[in-house]
């Protein structure tokens, strides 16, 4: 199957400690996104990356890192900095010169 | 004028009724502009999308509107069935540094379709 895979499904975190999620593609899109999205609200851009090794801040990054040190993967950390990141976080990927982006199935982060 | 602002926030119609769903923008760069449906717990799944060069895009029973004067666009649900209960998502896309894109998202709207 063609797509992107997120995991875990559902996340549970304790304040103060960091946290990664996953997300994987095997789509051959060379961009991907990560965005945050909360109750009754539109999707805000956290980080994207166009290429490889190379990655910007979106729209609400404090509090979050990346990488991509593979075209397939695309990591998100939340980090202990982030003061309130219970929220549902997804991953989309692009494939240029293409204009529309495919989501994955999303993580709901509960800090507990 | 980065934001893109999406009407109304809910929206109840009756079984084979018309959804109509509207946003609008300040960025005239925009130059891509898609609807996203979202199901409960799900991912947003594209819906229909269209180019500012066009008036109107109609897939099945999705209809896109667009008025490029006004910056205005808009989703027509005909014959709306229970199952198009979801919330829908209007984006607007441009391109920035280095070739990338950003979408920009209204706020949504919850859409019930009653039997």
């Known amino acids: 199957d063609g797509g992107i895979t997120q995991s875990p499904k559902y996340l549970f975190r304790k304040e103060g400690q960091n946290v990664t999620l996953s997300c994987e593609q095997n789509?051959?899109?060379?961009?991907m996104y990560w965005y945050r999205q909360d109750p009754g609200q539109g999707l805000r851009l956290i980080y994207y990356?166009?290429?490889?090794?190379?990655?910007q801040k979106g729209d609400i990054a404090e509090g979050y890192s990346v990488s991509r040190e593979k075209k397939e993967s695309f990591p998100l950390t939340v980090t202990s900095a982030q003061k309130n990141p219970t929220a549902f976080y997804l991953c989309?990927?692009?494939?240029?010169?293409?204009?529309?982006?495919?989501f994955g199935p999303g993580t709901r982060l509960t800090v507990l | 004028q980065q934001q893109v602002k999406q009407s109304p926030q809910s929206l109840i119609v009756q079984k084979g009724g018309i959804s109509i769903i509207n946003c609008a923008y300040e960025?005239?760069?925009?130059?891509?502009f898609p609807w996203y449906q979202q199901f409960p717990g799900k991912g947003p799944a594209l819906l229909i999308a269209?180019?500012?060069?066009?008036s109107e895009k109609k897939e099945g029973r999705f209809t896109i509107s667009f008025n490029k004067s006004a910056k205005q666009f808009s989703l027509h649900i005909m014959d709306s069935q229970p199952g198009d209960s979801a919330t829908y998502f209007c984006?607007?896309?441009?391109?920035?540094?280095?070739?990338?894109?950003?979408?920009?998202f209204g706020s949504g709207t919850q859409l019930t379709v009653l039997p």
């Open positions: 789509l051959n899109h060379d961009a």
């Open positions: 269209i180019r500012p060069d066009v």
């Open positions: 984006a607007a896309s441009k391109v920035s540094t280095g070739s990338a894109r950003q979408l920009t």
């Open positions: 960025n005239t760069a925009f130059d891509y």
């Open positions: 990356s166009q290429i490889v090794n190379d990655f």
């Open positions: 989309a990927s692009r494939g240029v010169p293409s204009d529309t982006q495919y």
